[in-house]
């Protein structure tokens, strides 16, 4: 089935990701609107409506008609876990969340179908179990918000509308011109001989390649029988070392020095201004219902994907 003369409306699409997807969705044929709280700093074939993420405005009505709508908003959690940030964190993706949900009752004919980004950090921090979508929930600041995102996304979602919940890992992508996240950071310290064991290294380090989120997308939007929830992430999780290990073979330095855990607690807030414990814990999850419903990743093993990432920016930055 083809996505022409479908209307996807993207919220919090300023971002990599939500520009990935518009990028992806265009070029299929489908029309895109994105939403979003700043300036989008990527041109390209979609109509974009400034929104502040909490309130009502005029920009519900590009809900009226539209195909489906897909909900990325939300603040970064690549921050210091101050009291402020933290509650805006929460805020930002429940009222988000709550607002779409006003929209798509405030229009005649609302989408049909309701895409939603939730986290794979919902299951908290486990040293070695692999998560799947069966799995129990973990304790903490992301599965608190985890569990509070999804249940307002259950609270807003129309009767009528078919919903389908992303709990995402960690994505790694090529720079859209809006910020290619936390890859870009990652592929500095791997070039400069940085990218080495961080803890134990056995932490899990589960991924997506951004093209393959896309292709999830897309087949929500195609296939009517997808509903309910989804891990959205690689068959294949690395652990922080293996991640590490591929990363500096994909950027040509053959070294990368370790990094104790004390080390890291004190130079992630001072040098980075971001949380150790990003760095310092992880998880390994599995996306058992994708693998049962025979989806055919594109990027299933970590070498090939990050291989492809920065082999195309290289090229691209040369021209």
Same mark, same amino acid.
């Given at each position: 089935?083809?996505?022409?003369?479908?209307?996807?409306?993207?919220?919090?699409?300023?971002?990599?990701?939500?520009?990935?997807?518009?990028?992806?969705?265009?070029?299929?044929?489908?029309?895109?609107?994105?939403?979003?709280?700043?300036?989008?700093?990527?041109?390209?074939?979609?109509?974009?409506?400034?929104?502040?993420?909490? %309130?009502? @405005?005029?920009?519900?009505? /590009?809900?009226?008609? &539209? *195909?489906? #709508?897909?909900?990325?908003? !939300?603040?970064?959690?690549?921050?210091?876990?101050?009291?402020?940030?933290?509650?805006?964190?929460?805020?930002?993706?429940?009222?988000?969340?709550?607002?779409?949900?006003?929209?798509?009752?405030?229009?005649?004919?609302?989408?049909?179908?309701?895409?939603?980004?939730?986290?794979?950090?919902?299951?908290?921090?486990?040293?070695?179990?692999?998560?799947?979508?069966?799995?129990?929930?973990?304790?903490?600041?992301?599965? %608190?918000? @985890?569990?509070?995102?999804? /249940?307002?996304?259950? &609270? *807003?979602? #129309?009767?009528?509308?078919? !919903?389908?919940?992303?709990?995402?890992?960690?994505?790694?992508?090529?720079?859209?011109?809006?910020?290619?996240?936390?890859?870009?950071?990652?592929?500095?310290?791997?070039?400069?001989?940085?990218?080495?064991?961080?803890?134990?290294?056995?932490?899990?380090?589960?991924?997506?390649?951004?093209?393959?989120?896309?292709?999830?997308?897309?087949?929500?939007?195609?296939?009517?029988?997808?509903?309910?929830?989804?891990?959205?992430?690689?068959?294949?999780?690395?652990?922080?070392?293996?991640?590490?290990?591929? #990363?500096?073979?994909?950027? !040509?330095?053959?070294?990368?020095?370790?990094?104790?855990?004390?080390?890291?607690?004190?130079?992630?807030?001072?040098?980075?201004?971001?949380?150790?414990?990003?760095?310092?814990?992880?998880?390994?999850?599995?996306?058992?219902?994708?693998?049962?419903?025979?989806?055919?990743?594109?990027?299933?093993?970590?070498?090939?994907?990050?291989?492809?990432?920065?082999?195309?920016?290289?090229?691209?930055?040369?021209?």
């Amino acid at each position: 089935m083809s996505l022409e003369n479908r209307k996807v409306v993207i919220a919090g699409g300023s971002g990599f990701l939500g520009v990935s997807l518009a990028k992806h969705l265009t070029d299929a044929g489908a029309s895109v609107v994105i939403l979003s709280r700043n300036p989008l700093k990527v041109e390209g074939p979609w109509i974009h409506h400034t929104w502040d993420g909490r %309130t009502l @405005g005029d920009w519900h009505r /590009e809900l009226d008609g &539209a *195909s489906a #709508l897909v909900n990325y908003a !939300g603040r970064s959690v690549d921050c210091l876990k101050t009291l402020d940030n933290c509650d805006e964190i929460l805020r930002s993706r429940i009222e988000s969340t709550r607002v779409l949900g006003e929209a798509v009752r405030a229009v005649s004919a609302p989408p049909a179908l309701w895409a939603q980004m939730s986290t794979a950090h919902i299951y908290g921090d486990p040293p070695s179990a692999i998560c799947d979508e069966g799995s129990p929930f973990g304790m903490g600041l992301a599965p %608190t918000v @985890g569990k509070a995102w999804e /249940e307002e996304f259950r &609270a *807003s979602l #129309l009767d009528s509308q078919r !919903g389908v919940v992303l709990r995402t890992s960690f994505v790694v992508g090529r720079d859209q011109g809006a910020g290619g996240g936390a890859l870009d950071t990652l592929a500095f310290l791997a070039r400069i001989g940085l990218a080495g064991r961080i803890g134990s290294g056995a932490q899990g380090m589960s991924w997506i390649h951004e093209c393959d989120v896309n292709r999830i997308v897309e087949r929500a939007l195609i296939d009517e029988d997808m509903e309910g929830v989804y891990i959205a992430s690689s068959p294949n999780p690395a652990s922080q070392i293996e991640f590490m290990r591929h #990363l500096r073979k994909a950027v !040509g330095m053959p070294i990368g020095l370790p990094a104790t855990a004390w080390m890291v607690r004190i130079g992630a807030p001072l040098i980075f201004r971001t949380d150790p414990k990003l760095a310092l814990y992880g998880r390994y999850v599995m996306p058992k219902r994708f693998i049962d419903e025979s989806f055919d990743f594109e990027f299933p093993e970590l070498g090939h994907a990050l291989k492809e990432i920065l082999t195309k920016r290289k090229s691209a930055n040369k021209s």
